[in-house]
């Protein structure tokens, strides 16, 4: 076996903590996890790890050995940044991770125009609506909505996310339609969770309001919410970019078009690196000229094309 795929073999099998693990994050079987630690241990003549069935332990030449594996494969990925670096052309792996409903409803449609700048980058994209640690998780980039913790990592302002309130015309048609958010106490309504008991707040000038819609249906998938919504089961409060084609196609109605709804900050966050390769510079790139603060004047148009 060759003695690199096996050095990072066994560096996945004590970072994940077991075989099994370790087998998932390489995509590789719990048996050829087993061959490549044997085939170390095998050449070296001693023993890496001890195993029983239900845990397994480093020996103290394993704890050794497993710090200067890590060093030769960080080592190994320098220098092929270095490599990378000197290219000009995007090229390798590429992991980007955004919450699901941007991810699906925005950034899966506009990847085609990615693709042309950059056709030899493959892409492996997680959405997720958990905040997750790009560092610890090996993510190259992140797209993030909502404030961000103090980090190291670098942040570039997006676009901020924009809400809009709407409900199906039959739902308005059985129910009447609100004429001032006040009166959304007495309606029906979807919320998203987790934040599906969350006052909703509207503002008009200095005409400030916080209502509380009855939630009838929580659930924790945004295309589910405004699926619901266009069934009739109540009123909603989603991103616009989720909820502007139902509103031109007339299966749903915006409410209060005139209101201002809170927004919420959104971000692309991606490790501090002076020998920034390539590929992530050209999504980086496409990112802010896709999703970036001088496009707002663009959103905001079409936000007001579908009132």
């Known amino acids: 076996m ?3 795929r096996s050095m990072q073999v066994f560096v996945a099998t004590v970072q994940e903590g077991s075989m099994s693990a ?3 994050k390489l995509g590789i079987s719990p048996a050829m996890v087993g061959q490549h630690v044997a085939a170390l241990e095998e050449r070296l003549g001693t023993r890496l790890l001890n195993r029983t069935t239900r845990r397994q332990s480093l020996t103290d030449f394993g704890t050794s050995y497993v710090e200067q594996c890590r060093d030769i494969l960080d080592r190994v990925a320098v220098a092929d940044q270095d490599a990378e670096a000197s290219q000009t052309k995007p090229r390798g792996l590429l992991r980007i991770t955004a919450p699901t409903t941007f991810g ?3 950034l899966m449609p506009a990847l085609q125009r990615y693709r042309d700048i950059a056709p030899d980058v493959t892409l492996d994209i997680t959405l997720t609506d958990r905040n997750v640690d790009i560092v610890e998780e090996g993510f190259d980039i992140a797209f993030r909505i909502g404030a961000l913790p103090d980090s190291r990592l ?3 302002h997006l676009a ?3 809400m809009m309130i709407c409900a199906a015309p039959d739902y308005l048609a059985r129910m009447g339609t609100p004429d001032h958010p006040r009166e959304l106490s ?3 309504a979807i919320g998203f969770t987790p934040a599906a008991r969350s006052p909703w707040r509207l503002s008009k000038g200095k005409d400030l309001v916080e209502v509380a819609p009855k939630i009838s249906i929580t659930v924790n998938s945004g295309q589910a919410v405004r699926m619901a919504a266009r069934a009739g089961l109540g009123v909603i409060m989603q991103p616009s970019i989720l909820l ?3 509103i031109r196609a007339g299966l749903l109605v915006r ?3 005139d209101w201002h709804l809170n927004e919420r900050p959104m971000s692309l966050i991606y490790h501090r690196d002076r020998r920034m390769a390539p590929r992530l510079s050209s999504i980086i790139s496409f990112a802010i000229a896709e999703f970036g603060a001088q496009v707002e004047g663009q959103a905001n148009r079409l936000v007001e094309s579908a009132r």
Do not use: G, K
């Open 244 to 246: 502007t084609s139902d």
């Open 2 to 4: 060759a003695l690199f």
């Open 255 to 257: 409410l209060f078009p």
């Open 186 to 188: 007495v309606h029906e």
């Open 22 to 24: 370790a087998s998932a």
């Open 104 to 106: 699906t409803e925005v």
């Open 154 to 156: 670098i942040a570039r």
């Open 160 to 162: 901020p996310y924009r």
